[in-house]
């Protein structure tokens, strides 16, 4: 007989006693206490979340854990979106972080693979709460996070461009612009169910992609440039 799935109360007590405990904010912390507790918070929503789930998550239960005061949280993030946020920037940083010695020869295709493999990376130790914060953005009634979820999409592959090192200009980097955002979402969906060690499939989903867009780009720039001979 299956054992029974323990409450959330069970859970909320089991959790706890592998969570931090914090001394009390100071009223004035210094730039490196606040990134330490702003630190503390994220890993501590991140590991209730995996018990209950992103959109259960309550930030009195993050105050509770740490023994803060709800004020404290309040103060370093306005709600839970928002340290939704502050996670997935870390995928930023480590796909902007400098590269080995070389990067810059590669073909497009490798840098493009090598700067988002390095996203996906950062944020797969915690692949299915991430997976949860995005299709909590997707929810047809949070129109707001809806609208937001377009902007962040567009700026993060702007960030890709830059960091893969890509110099298109006019046409040419329009193009690249729209097949990149298809080739990020589709890999990012794929990417939010993938289970495979390393989340290997989504990687060679990405290469496939790339390698299938560079052979139409390459096969669209010729006969433009025939037409116009």
Request: proline share 4%.
């Amino acid at each position: 007989m299956a054992a029974a799935k323990p409450g959330p109360g069970k859970k909320r007590a089991a959790a706890a006693k592998r969570s931090p405990k914090t001394d009390a904010p100071s009223e004035n912390p210094s730039e490196e206490q606040r990134e330490v507790l702003r630190a503390l918070i994220i890993e501590t929503a991140l590991d209730i979340a995996e018990d209950w789930g992103w959109y259960d998550i309550r930030l009195h239960h993050v105050a509770e854990r740490l023994n803060l005061p709800l004020a404290a949280i309040r103060a370093e993030f306005r709600d839970g979106d928002a340290i939704a946020d502050a996670w997935i920037a870390r995928a930023d940083t480590a796909m902007l972080a400098g590269q080995e010695a070389g990067f810059a020869a590669l073909p497009a295709e490798e840098r493009l693979q090598i700067t988002l493999e390095a996203w996906l990376d950062a944020l797969a130790p915690r692949r299915k709460v991430t997976a949860e914060m995005f299709l909590g953005k997707l929810w047809p009634v949070h129109v707001h996070h809806n609208l937001k979820l377009i902007t962040w999409t567009s700026r993060t592959v702007q960030w890709w461009r830059e960091a893969a090192l890509l110099d298109g200009k006019g046409q040419r980097r329009s193009v690249e612009e729209m097949g990149m955002t298809l080739i990020f979402l589709s890999t990012l969906a794929c990417w939010c169910r993938d289970r495979s060690e390393g989340q290997e499939r989504s990687k060679a989903y990405l290469r496939r992609s790339l390698k299938r867009a560079d052979g139409l780009m390459a096969r669209a720039f010729r006969a433009r440039q025939r037409f116009a001979t």
